[in-house]
């Protein structure tokens, strides 16, 4: 069993900032990409910004230059500081994690639980 957790979602004011993090935890043998994704009502869920073990980023355009994604792999944790947000960011935000928990087994993706980022004044 693999369990992530998120935190760090709530409501902001346009311009201001917040910071996701999301904790993975259980039999891990390994993780690969790590990712953020958000889904606002009526929408599909879209990437927003994935990270590979060794650092390497990929960004949704529109967040490019405001959103940076970063991990701590000793702690199996990720993490995405939102700066100048605006309020078509406003989603619930979800994290994912591509484990592998033994180490002939293939690779998972495993989902957090989501968290509702609100962006308004």
């Known amino acids: 069993q693999v369990q992530l957790v998120e935190s760090g979602g709530g409501l902001v004011q346009p311009g201001g900032s917040l910071r996701l993090s999301c904790a993975a935890s259980g039999s891990i043998f390994s993780i690969d990409v790590m990712a953020w994704y958000r889904q606002a009502p009526g929408k599909q869920r879209d990437l927003v910004a994935a990270?590979?073990?060794?650092?390497?980023?990929d960004y949704l355009d529109s967040v490019k230059g405001r959103f940076t994604i970063s991990r701590d792999n000793a702690k199996n944790t990720v993490y995405l500081q939102m700066n100048s947000l605006k309020p078509e960011d406003t989603a619930v935000y979800y994290c994912?994690?591509?484990?592998?928990?033994?180490?002939?087994?293939?690779?998972?993706?495993?989902w957090g639980q989501g968290t509702q980022v609100t962006v308004s004044s």
């Open positions: 994912s994690a591509d484990v592998t928990v033994r180490l002939v087994s293939p690779k998972y993706r495993y």
């Open positions: 990270i590979s073990p060794g650092g390497s980023t």
